[in-house]
């Protein structure tokens, strides 16, 4: 078996994009340069790995590909490919990994969307886990697991047990700091300090936040992990079972056991548009909204003079009140060889949720900013060929970008890969812009006035905007082959992999 692991090397803003190999790292470099899944030439990551291809060489089997914002997440995502698990085996371990190592964003009282293409029923559904508020004045409800466990359920080839394992393991170890979480920490450190359990797991003794490469250390959220391994999901959600930690979450949550017990993840149907012979599918969401994805991208499409990229900021709308603060979100992918895709994006609700800890079980209850600052997820397919073109989803970087800067990104990179046919990390490195909450426009250095047009003249150029994590594909009509690329945005610190045998 043999797998690739890439890692973006840090983000720097440049008047205009320009490909360049001395930017990209010798994992990237090999990956950027695969231009097909098949064939002895097209897998320089096997020349990497074995010393090169000859002729009459037999071509390695593509197992799959994952990236997430995590690193040691993406570590296990591909173990987890790599001893025979789905797409969805992998999604689930590489999220369960997260509200370990990135609690920040991902958490057991969190949840997220996912969407997922299934070959052999040849659909695309959404699957509906946000947490969301049933009782008035009160936290939403917890989850995450509820959703994870109907993902791997319908659509896994492993056991639940093996998807809590590692993520057990982490915590109980004490798992090292990452520079997203170091990141995390720093720019939240007055609201961590608030509460005295989260204080005491993400600030040193003398009050300092945790930096890169410290421990981490969560003895409860270790614990609870256990209970959901060795008594199952329903453990976490029941009052009534032996054994059961339901009651404590209700009532550290403040909300009713029954509505705790009754909860469960939704399946629905997509929101969807044609591009040529492709289908582009976001989620249908529960509260009805999609986060205008439809509409940007229906305006950029009818743009005239190629403003483009300014028609589609325009539609998206700033936000107003509540909508105006993007909850921290992070996302998780994976394709499998079968062609069954998962793209899921999660959130805590807030940045580390509500800043509170649920007494007992080491988790922090969600905050209730879930309705924007979501981008995607998105999945693009190929109904003729049922394969899958596109995987993705986004995030803000920082609470300074407005709320729909997740959104702007993602319609930007899909614009570039599934229009303009732009490769992998290619596509993913173009310069953005975002609504700004003033009204005006959010642009990195490198976008032009003619992609933003009447919009122009309002525009602040910024660093950095958002983060994209996803799989990029080009498929050749012609011989009836595609060349995939998982790839990271340079603006972020996560990392992705490729799986051969």
Wanted: charged share 15%; hydrophobic share 45%; glycine share 14%.
């Amino acid at each position: 078996m043999l797998s690739l692991i890439g890692r973006a090397p840090k983000f720097v803003p440049v008047a205009s994009f320009v490909p360049h190999r001395a930017a990209v790292n010798t994992a990237d470099r090999y990956s950027a340069d695969s231009r097909s899944v098949y064939g002895c030439g097209a897998l320089l990551a096997v020349a990497l790995l074995l010393g090169g291809c000859h002729p009459g060489d037999a071509p390695p089997t593509f197992v799959g590909y994952g990236a997430a914002d995590d690193p040691k997440a993406v570590q296990v995502g591909r173990a987890t490919m790599e001893s025979g698990g789905s797409a969805a085996d992998t999604v689930v371990a590489m999220a369960m990994t997260m509200t370990v190592t990135l609690p920040s964003r991902v958490g057991l009282a969190g949840g997220g969307l996912c969407l997922i293409h299934d070959p052999k029923s040849k659909m695309v559904r959404t699957l509906d886990f946000l947490p969301v508020s049933v009782q008035a004045g009160r936290p939403p409800v917890p989850s995450l697991l509820r959703g994870l466990y109907a993902l791997q359920a319908a659509y896994g080839r492993q056991h639940w047990e093996q998807a809590i394992g590692v993520p057990e393991s982490l915590s109980a170890a004490g798992t090292t700091v990452s520079r997203i979480l170091a990141a995390d920490i720093q720019a939240n450190a007055g609201q961590l300090a608030a509460d005295p359990a989260v204080r005491r797991v993400f600030l040193t003794a003398s009050g300092q936040p945790l930096g890169e490469g410290e421990v981490l250390s969560q003895p409860e959220l270790t614990a609870t992990l256990r209970t959901v391994r060795q008594r199952g999901v329903g453990s976490f959600y029941s009052s009534t079972v032996s054994g059961a930690i339901g009651a404590t979450v209700a009532r550290g949550l403040g909300i009713d056991a029954a509505v705790l017990d009754g909860y469960h993840a939704a399946w629905r149907g997509t929101t969807n548009i044609e591009n040529g012979n492709d289908v582009i599918h976001f989620p249908d969401r529960l509260d009805g909204g999609d986060g205008g994805l439809i509409r940007a991208w229906r305006a950029a499409s009818e743009a005239d003079d190629g403003a483009w990229l300014g028609a589609m900021v325009g539609a998206l709308g700033s936000g107003t009140g509540a909508d105006a603060a993007a909850a921290p979100a992070a996302t998780v992918i994976a394709v499998d060889a079968n062609e069954q895709a998962v793209a899921c994006v999660l959130t805590l609700g807030g940045p580390f949720g509500s800043g509170h800890m649920v007494p007992g079980t080491g988790m922090l209850a969600a905050g209730n900013g879930t309705a924007t600052g979501l981008g995607g997820p998105a999945l693009v397919i190929n109904n003729s060929q049922h394969t899958t073109l596109f995987a993705g989803g986004a995030a803000a970087g920082s609470s300074n970008e407005g709320s729909r800067s997740a959104e702007a990104s993602l319609l930007t990179v899909l614009h570039a890969a599934a229009v303009e046919r732009i490769p992998g990390p290619r596509s993913l490195a173009g310069p953005r812009a975002a609504p700004a909450l003033d009204g005006g426009v959010l642009a990195e250095p490198g976008v032009s006035a003619a992609q933003l047009g009447p919009a122009a003249s309002r525009m602040r150029v910024v660093p950095a905007l958002g983060r994209v994590e996803a799989l990029v594909c080009l498929y050749n009509r012609i011989v009836g082959t595609k060349s995939c690329e998982a790839a990271n945005d340079l603006r972020s610190s996560g990392m992705y992999f490729s799986v051969l045998k």
